[in-house]
């Protein structure tokens, strides 16, 4: 796992975070706080196929496309990382 500055973060990667983190918090019902050093699958266990529904909405309420073609588990370890992955793949819509 990589450690991520922060310090530089993108205004789009800021409002992914937030939202992931909330999405995340509700959809699993999470009462801990959340962090970007969360482990997704092993902390939170977090599914495949609830991952995808928290990228749906996401999608929908940033108004972003976020291309999942390349996304996989490595890229999903830590909330940090599938913010960075959604920052790096995703287009306005």
Do not use: K, N, Y
């Amino acid at each position: 796992m990589l450690e991520h500055d922060t310090s530089t973060a993108s205004p789009l990667r800021e409002q992914v975070v937030v939202s992931l983190t909330a999405l995340l918090t509700r959809m699993l019902r999470v009462e801990g706080p959340i962090t970007e050093q969360t482990q997704l699958m092993d902390e939170l266990g977090l599914s495949s196929s609830l991952a995808l529904e928290v990228l749906l909405a996401l999608e929908d309420e940033l108004e972003i496309q976020i291309d999942v073609e390349d996304l996989d588990e490595d890229q999903m370890a830590t909330l940090a990382d599938l913010a960075d992955h959604i920052t790096d793949h995703s287009t306005p819509r």
